[in-house]
């Protein structure tokens, strides 16, 4: 039986390997297709964004905001995805509200934070607006000056209590003097630099990675699924006289399935070794591109995320054999898995990034094997191991492959009814 099977296995090894250029053909037309639809979209994107973005006029006639305003706006990825900000005087910001070259102005009058701390008189911030714009820009530039001013003031606060406490256990003279300055200072780098003071979370739905990085492991994971369409040759079903040929001799649908798993496993092993070499060329011939698009600067790297990606390798076969065991016939297969992989692709945030999604999808996407594909590839190129997912990505790939052994028993045991 043993020896019967290995050699029905070197023959469906065989046969994968006779398709493969026919494998490889129909990848690069998906991967042709994929870049055009995403170079035309990333160009696309950014031409809107810098026509979109809101030109303001700073003026900051208070020392401090001149000295830290510009830090903490900078710093404000919020703000600087809506807003370019330049730092004028008020006659070149009036004057370019006239000229059309700014969208908006603020004005920060002198002592304008001592104010804000009780200490000393000043003006409000004031705000020029051309006729142009519009109420939701506004209310973002307002905004921005209301979340300003009541960080400051709550410093402010933070700044009394502390002086008080401390003059209630004596401190005085120059030492409260001294201690005040530490305390403003400790209180403005508190505001400047946001991460010490609030918890970052990743809402972008790219598990922290650029649209590029996110999109390459997307693709991955879509060309995986999408490759087995080639494989509907390979997996199109042998003549009924040789399947009755092995069962007679003790290799039944378990083994049947283990064959042809295998040598799709073979098929989806070459094309995922041959992306990772075609990047490992491009590390060796331009490792700056490597750095800035993958952000990847050593080769260990480059071959942890390899590594890492593997078991996607093993859910990817077992789907496409459940699919086409389902089917029972090389169109219905090849169509079936066009259907399945774009709903779940799109479920999962293949296509689309999660956070992008409606609740109802994003919920449902998360429990589908695209999902886990997904995120283990991301993973890896981030360097950390989720062994939690790739758990769930093996248990999903043996479920998927004991499927494929159960449709093909219940189909052979219907037909010798």
Not at 116 to 124: A, L
């Amino acid at each position: 039986m043993w020896r019967l099977f290995r050699e029905f296995l070197g023959l469906e090894g065989k046969r994968a390997l006779k398709i493969l250029p026919q494998y490889y053909l129909g990848t690069a037309l998906l991967v042709t297709l994929f870049a055009v639809v995403a170079l035309a979209g990333n160009a696309a994107l950014s031409k809107e964004e810098q026509e979109d973005r809101v030109e303001i006029a700073l003026v900051m006639q208070d020392r401090y905001l001149k000295n830290y305003g510009m830090d903490v706006l900078q710093s404000s990825a919020s703000a600087s995805t809506v807003f370019r900000f330049s730092d004028v005087t008020e006659a070149e910001a009036l004057a370019g509200l006239k000229e059309g070259r700014f969208d908006g102005a603020m004005v920060f009058p002198e002592n304008f934070v001592e104010s804000v701390f009780g200490r000393k008189d000043s003006g409000p911030a004031r705000f020029y607006e051309p006729p142009t714009m519009n109420s939701l820009e506004q209310g973002l530039m307002e905004g921005l000056i209301e979340v300003g001013t009541g960080l400051i003031a709550v410093s402010s606060s933070y700044e009394a209590g502390a002086l008080q406490i401390a003059e209630e256990y004596g401190v005085s003279g120059n030492s409260l003097s001294n201690l005040q300055d530490e305390i403003e200072l400790y209180l403005g780098k508190r505001v400047i630099n946001r991460e010490d003071t609030f918890l970052r979370a990743d809402a972008s739905g790219t598990d922290g990675q650029t649209l590029f990085q996110y999109y390459f492991c997307a693709g991955i994971v879509m060309l995986l699924m999408l490759g087995g369409v080639a494989c509907g040759t390979l997996l199109k079903g042998d003549a009924r006289s040789l399947e009755d040929q092995l069962a007679m001799h003790g290799v039944k649908s378990p083994l049947l399935a283990l064959a042809r798993y295998l040598a799709v496993l073979l098929l989806f092993f070459i094309f995922y070794t041959t992306v990772f070499l075609v990047l490992y060329v491009a590390w060796l011939g331009w490792p700056d591109t490597m750095d800035r698009y993958f952000a990847i600067t050593k080769f260990s790297e480059l071959r942890y995320w390899y590594l890492a990606g593997l078991p996607l390798l093993t859910l990817a076969a077992a789907l496409v054999l459940l699919v086409y065991t389902f089917a029972a016939n090389q169109i219905g297969g090849i169509l079936l898995l066009f259907l399945l992989t774009a709903l779940m692709g799109y479920a999962s945030g293949c296509i689309v990034p999660t956070a992008y999604l409606p609740k109802a999808v994003r919920s449902i996407g998360r429990y589908l094997p695209t999902f886990t594909m997904l995120r283990v590839s991301v993973g890896g190129l981030r360097q950390k191991a989720d062994w939690a997912r790739t758990g769930i990505l093996a248990l999903e790939a043996v479920a998927a492959w004991l499927a494929t052994v159960g449709i093909m028993s219940w189909n052979r045991w219907r037909e010798q009814r």
